[in-house]
């Protein structure tokens, strides 16, 4: 290994340690100050509550509230939800690449429906699917399926074209030219989909969860609500934080390997 190479590599480590910590760093600063501001009542204790009191309220959900259970139920429903909301987008949007006169038909469909209020539709779902599980997954697609359709079918989209005539110029057929160029070439537009449809999915099961649950992380920040003790809204709050963190960090490692 060269001397510059050593150099350069020092570079890269001291600049993760730096970037990690001042992340660190941050989050302390903001434990801190949101700590002292409603100890010293400067903002609203009993509305943004405090980490000591988040803390002592994730303590009791553990204890009494069978907190583990609702993670779970939460965990389970955005997993199902993502898994159909990926795999949908990824056949759909080969079939709008592969047929482009379709696209143009129903891409100011797709247009509408991203720009719908989704839970404007949560009564009508409730009414079709039932107020279970079911409508909660039905909601979450509706959130995830038109923004991972778009972000795949533009990815292949923007495809450069010479290296399609290039594949064309050596009779590739269209099923070749879907494997081994369009689908390995947008990598990165997928795992960016990968990214952005893990988030939208938990969006959509605890908006799900707000309407029929009778338990995972939504139902106890909408029970919260009701009966007024936002230190359970805030805790509920905090995790669910601290799961889309960490389902981005797995999304994040299975990137690394895919694009290596």
Known sequence: MSKEHITYLKKIKREKIIVLT???????????????LSKYKIINPFI???????????????????????????????????????????????ILYEFKILN??????????????????????????????????????????I??????????????????????????SRLDILLKLTIPASYKTIISSLKLNISMTLIGV?????????????????????VFNLNMVMAGIVILIIISFVLYKIITYIEKKLLK
Request: charged share 10%; no cysteine; proline share 3%.
């Open 22 to 36: 001042f992340q660190i760093l941050i989050l302390v600063i903001f434990l801190l100050l949101w700590e002292l």
């Open 104 to 145: 143009k038909i129903i891409d100011p469909y797709l247009t509408m429906l991203n720009s719908l209020p989704k839970v404007a539709l949560g009564p009508l779902i409730i009414i079709i699917a039932g107020a279970n599980t079911k409508s909660i997954i039905v909601m979450a697609l509706l959130i995830n399926l």
């Open 147 to 172: 923004v991972g359709i778009m972000t795949i079918y533009n990815g292949f989209n923007n495809i450069d074209k010479d290296l399609i005539k290039l594949f064309k110029t050596f009779n590739a």
């Open 48 to 94: 943004f509550s405090s980490p000591t009191n988040v803390l002592a309220t994730i303590k009791n959900l553990f204890i009494s509230y069978n907190l583990v259970g609702h993670i779970l139920t939460t965990l389970y429903e955005t997993l199902i939800a993502f898994i159909l909301g990926i795999t949908l987008s990824f056949i759909i949007a080969i």
């Open 206 to 226: 605890i908006m799900g969860e707000f309407l029929v649950s009778k338990s995972g992380l939504g139902y106890l920040i909408i029970y919260g609500t009701q």
